[in-house]
Nanobody, 122 residues
Framework: QVQLEESGGGSVQAGGSLRLSCAVSGIPYSTYCVAWFRQAPGKEREWVARISAGGATAYYVDRVKGRFTISQDNAKNTVVLQTNSLKPEDTAMYYC???????????????WGQGTQVTVSS
């Protein structure tokens, strides 16, 4: 049974931080790339960050560089997106996804979680 489950979302003021977690099970975690995406109401889904299988390399969209950090805990099969210095424009539903290719293209990811809401007030 494949399962990706996000947690850690919430409401914060601008400048605050949230630690988003993605628990992964039922897939070869060590050989899959795990990525975070977000989607605001009425907006296209946007790739945010990804980490290669094994956690060797991390990539970020320019809008979050220096503020967000993606990491993984292999013992727990969990990928974490630490979001710092949050801005109102970061408000969105955040999703984690896993797939055999490490890319910004969400179409290439096989498995998706249900999402966790991040709301940032000004």
């Amino acid at each position: 049974q494949v399962q990706l489950e996000e947690s850690g979302g919430g409401s914060v003021q601008a400048g605050g931080s949230l630690r988003l977690s993605c628990a992964v099970s039922g897939i070869p975690y060590s050989t899959y790339c795990v990525a975070w995406f977000r989607q605001a109401p009425g907006k296209e889904r946007e790739w945010v960050a990804r980490i290669s299988a094994g956690g060797a390399t991390a990539y970020y969209v320019d809008r979050v560089k220096g503020r967000f950090t993606i990491s993984q805990d292999n013992a727990k099969n969990t990928v974490v997106l630490q979001t710092n210095s949050l801005k109102p424009e970061d408000t969105a539903m955040y999703y984690c996804a896993a797939g055999p290719f490490c890319t910004w293209n969400g179409r290439l990811y096989n498995f998706w979680g249900q999402g966790t809401q991040v709301t940032v007030s000004s």
